[in-house]
């Protein structure tokens, strides 16, 4: 029932908020229009980043407890933090294009969303090159925490020190956000609203692939016991 | 540290016997760098292109040789005698510093190559150093790793530039920048954050290849 009540809630908040997006946050000057991507570009990025986060947590999971259903959720967790690396990729060169006039210039920002993708790319072709199951979850595993060493220094050192054009990111020096008080709301509850749906979207996957696992295990006694 | 001096020894006799991998890397090298030679010219390129194609060069070279230490022990199959006589920690210091020499070697021929073929002309050659040195650590430390990941897996060759180049690119980029700091301006102090930076990635990458050998190595 709880739950019920919490998935109406999220659906009317989410559709609030997408209104509210377009039609009640005022604009910002000398943006346009174009003010409106940071409500849903941000948060894609946001979401990338913490999906790479878990899959490291997971990974750390799976080399200390040797569990295989921990390297299934890891393999989920980059699965989904690939799509929303490309999503705030696509969304985010558009803006580029329309702003900056092109689609591509190798900002920092820019680069540092391309490492996060070809090191989920290197991730999936390294689980591809093996074939035996628990040395892939093993070695992947080793190679996601390895990543995520490098990751910091890209997304929060690189676009420190190098001149950006990107618009100040919302963790910014100065602990300040630059936003106006109706973007401020629209902005923070599309961030938290969009991180319970995609880790609610995950919950169902980490679900779907802990059954499959068990379902799997059943099938091995059983023909293990018909032998 | 005896084991790792050990294992240091065997690889180098191990190396002498076959040259097989100073031959690639070097070779490699030497074809990169005169097709670029051919195709650039002696004075057309500015010192922005030529640092970049000299850490271009570098790295691919690198990728060509740094990996073999590992495959080798899987293609002669001494790697589970290995795992009984040594610590993990001592095969992965003894192998790393075997490569950390391989890359000192290939930039013993690369760099007076380099400078001669691409008159590359550098104000500061202690910036230019001390980045290769601190470079080399770096470079290394992640390369030796990454080849233990993939000396288990198919299509190594391919798959090790893959998986290497996002954790090696921070060093490629301090690098860069730091090479045309040294191309540009004399004072080693002009170039201190990219050494820094440069230089705290090499520790934090060796630190986690040592932490994280044990569950690469131990099956």
């Known amino acids: 029932m709880l739950i019920k009540i919490g998935k109406w809630l999220l659906f009317i908040l989410f559709a609030l908020t997408i209104t509210g997006a377009f039609i009640w946050a005022p604009l910002k000057e000398g943006l346009g229009e174009f003010t409106r991507v940071i409500y849903f570009h941000v948060p894609m990025a946001w979401m990338a980043v913490l999906f790479f986060l878990l899959a490291a947590y997971y990974s750390y999971r799976y080399l200390q407890s040797k569990n295989l259903l921990f390297d299934a959720y890891a393999q989920v967790s980059n699965e989904m933090g690939i799509l929303f690396a490309i999503l705030a990729t696509v969304t985010g060169s558009i803006w580029a294009k329309q702003i900056w006039h092109s689609y591509w210039n190798w900002d920092p920002r820019e680069t540092s969303i391309f490492i996060l993708l070809l090191i989920y790319g290197a991730y999936f072709s390294l689980r591809s090159a093996l074939e035996q199951e628990d040395r892939r979850a093993r070695l992947s595993a080793v190679y996601s925490l390895l990543a995520f060493v490098s990751v910091p220094f890209f997304v929060f050192i690189v676009p420190r020190i190098y001149f950006s054009l990107h618009p100040e990111p919302v963790l910014n020096a100065q602990g300040k956000i630059n936003m106006e008080a109706r973007q401020r709301i629209v902005f923070f509850s599309s961030l938290i609203l969009q991180t319970v749906l995609f880790l609610w979207v995950f919950n169902i996957r980490r679900t779907q692939v802990k059954l499959k696992m068990i379902l799997r295990r059943y099938e091995e006694t059983k023909t293990f016991k018909e032998n | 540290m005896k084991q790792t001096y050990l294992i240091l020894i065997k690889d180098l ?4 016997k076959t040259r097989y991998a100073i031959n690639a890397i070097l070779l490699f090298a030497i074809v990169t760098l005169s097709a670029v030679s051919f195709a650039i010219g002696t004075f057309t390129a500015g010192e922005q292109v030529l640092s970049a194609l000299f850490w271009v060069i570098l790295f691919f070279s690198s990728m ?14 001494t790697a589970d005698t290995l795992k009984l006589v040594a610590k993990p920690v001592h095969i992965f210091l003894g192998k790393f510093i075997f ?12 760099v007076p190559l380099f400078i001669a073929l691409m008159n590359f002309q550098l104000q500061s050659s202690a910036i230019f150093f001390l980045t290769l040195l601190i470079g080399n650590f770096g470079l290394a430390g992640g390369g030796t790793m990454v080849a233990a990941i993939i000396s288990k897996a198919s299509a190594k060759g391919a798959l090790f530039t893959v998986l290497s180049f996002p954790i090696l690119l921070p060093v490629l980029i301090s690098g860069i920048s ?10 080693l102090s002009s170039a201190q954050s990219e050494l820094q930076a440069l230089f705290a990635y090499s520790v934090i990458i060796i630190t986690a290849s040592i932490l994280l050998f044990d569950y690469v190595w131990n099956e």
């Open chain 2, 99 to 110: 490569n950390l020499l391989l890359l000192m070697v290939l930039e013993v021929v690369l």
């Open chain 2, 64 to 77: 060509s040789g740094l990996s073999h230490i590992f495959i080798r022990e899987e293609e002669t199959q």
């Open chain 2, 13 to 16: 006799q191990q190396e002498f």
């Open chain 2, 178 to 187: 730091a090479t045309k700091k040294a191309a540009a301006e004399s004072a």
